[in-house]
């Protein structure tokens, strides 16, 4: 492919497509993951079988309230599964869905390519490394370079030997503060998109400086800002300055976490050592009303982001279908236009994507 060819395109698991072809798009979701390296066992005796526990309607209240603690929570893996909650999605109305399983947390190209297949629905995929935790050991020898080649592979000719090609690089994990394999992986994520063109969406830590810090790696390595996404802004209670400050160096800033409003214990916070964040759905919307007013419609993007067997319906989760059917609906009924949500749902998320031109 010649320099620019793509132009205007998306790479798809399925090959490249229009970008106009997109329609209705979740920019930000999990079909398959395994996230079982942040899994830690609980400290109370009682708690202990529960963590290795089955996700069932019994079990599901401790583990809505104890995120990491249960094993099979944190595994995405079945395919069968996949598809018929992704075709929730695309019975609702859906054309598009964006997965941000990358290197290291069980992406499986192959299996994409199927549940696209079976379930008519665009599918792009991610590449890149999440966060410092999940990294391989051997990452922290390479050099930006070598880890750029390997995102750039992934994009123009396919992840190992299967020809399926990546269209987005992330999500790239950031921890607060940064680790040192992080920092590696955000410079080459910039590098990597400056060969191919295609967006970045970045996992942010959980501070404003942090994030503010990322954003200034990415644009001293070269990064496009414009086709640069930062999720989890409302979870991660960033301040109205920082994103002020987001979208005027140009990047998309995501709403997502959409159906995970639940109440983490208080003894789960604490074993955690750290502040966790489940914003109610109202709470959600109104936060994004409020960028919308502010005058951020157009640098603005929503999500469900789920990646945890609660977050499906088979689980007694919202799953991907929830924004059409619930979160849209509330919007409008506080005072969200038609067209403000055309905006959120098929035009920003094809501005962010639409950016591919592979240089080889």
Not at 14 to 26: F, H, K, Q, V, Y
Not at 73 to 95: S, T, V, Y
Not at 219 to 245: E, N, W
Request: hydrophobic share 40%.
């Amino acid at each position: 492919m010649s320099a620019h060819a793509g132009v205007g395109k998306v790479q798809t698991v399925l090959g490249l497509i229009d970008a106009d072809s997109l329609g209705i798009t979740l920019p930000h979701e999990h079909l398959l993951i395994d996230s079982s390296f942040k899994f830690s066992e609980p400290s109370d005796a009682a708690d202990k079988a529960l963590a290795y526990a089955p996700v069932t309607l019994e079990t599901l209240s401790w583990v809505k309230t104890h995120l990491t603690h249960n094993l099979e929570n944190l595994r995405l893996l079945d395919e069968e599964l996949a598809i018929k909650e992704a075709l929730r999605f695309k019975k609702a109305g859906g054309d598009t869905i964006v997965d941000l399983t990358n290197i290291g947390i069980a992406r499986n190209p192959l299996a994409l390519t199927r549940i696209s297949q079976a379930t008519g629905l665009h599918i792009v995929m991610g590449s890149s490394y999440y966060i410092g935790a999940s990294h391989p050991s051997e990452l922290a020898s390479k050099g930006v370079d070598e880890i750029a080649e390997s995102i750039v592979n992934d994009v123009v000719n396919g992840v190992g030997d299967t020809g399926v090609r990546a269209g987005i690089i992330g999500e790239v994990g950031c921890s607060t503060p940064l680790k040192s394999t992080e920092r590696l992986v955000l410079a080459a994520s910039a590098v990597a998109q400056k060969h191919t063109g295609v967006a970045i969406n970045i996992h942010p830590g959980g501070d404003d400086s942090g994030i503010l810090e990322v954003v200034n790696i990415l644009d001293r390595s070269g990064a496009d800002l414009r086709h640069t996404i930062i999720s989890h802004v409302v979870k991660r209670g960033f301040s109205r300055d920082t994103l002020k400050q987001l979208a005027h160096a140009g990047c998309f800033v995501e709403i997502d976490n959409f159906g995970h409003d639940t109440m983490n214990s208080l003894s789960y916070i604490q074993a955690e050592k750290r502040r966790v964040l489940n914003p109610s759905d109202i709470e959600t919307i109104d936060a994004a009303i409020v960028l919308i007013e502010a005058g951020y419609l157009d640098k603005l993007l929503i999500s469900g982001d789920c990646s945890f067997k609660q977050n499906l319906v088979a689980f007694g989760g919202h799953g991907y279908a929830h924004l059409l059917v619930n979160v849209v609906p509330w919007m409008k009924a506080k005072g969200v236009t038609d067209e403000q949500v055309a905006a959120l749902l098929i035009q920003n998320p094809r501005r962010a994507l639409s950016g591919f031109a592979a240089q080889i």
